[in-house]
């Protein structure tokens, strides 16, 4: 599904100054925000099957904004996405996710965690072992599922 489908031009306005308000750029860890060009269209892109609570979360915003919240002054904006954090529910999480997502993989934020900027497979990451009997109430519980004959 293009982003064209899922969200009008005004929407994807608003929803690029709302990345912007959830990450900022840092000078300090020289990174850009998740609204910068490079992010947001990787975002634009990674809807895929949360298609629908995207436009769910931007109608609330919209709603919230009693418009396009992009158009709304900067104080404005701050008291909107304080009341859209309150109550955008699970499209908010879903939408949240997706812009974390792509944010922590765009190669420059990757580098200002010290990370090498690959995908993490076919070569993995190294991850520290940690206390296996954490995982013994979870097999004491048993299967959740029924065998198929």
Known sequence: ?????VLTADQARSLRCLAGM???????YHVP???????????????GRDA????????????????VFADLDAARQQAVAARFREIGGEPLTLLSRIILQ??????????????EVRPPFPKGFAVEQGD??????VRRRGKLYRDVE
């Open 22 to 28: 959830m990450i900022p750029a840092s000078n300090a």
């Open 52 to 67: 629908a609570d995207v436009q769910a979360a931007m109608r609330t915003l919209e709603e919230l904004a009693g418009g």
């Open 102 to 115: 792509c944010y922590y993989r765009d190669d420059r934020v990757m580098r200002s965690l010290d990370m």
């Open 132 to 137: 296996w009997a954490l995982l013994d109430p």
């Open 33 to 47: 925000s998740a609204a910068d060009d490079a992010i947001f269209a990787d975002i634009l892109r990674s809807f």
């Open 1 to 5: 599904m293009s982003e064209t489908a």
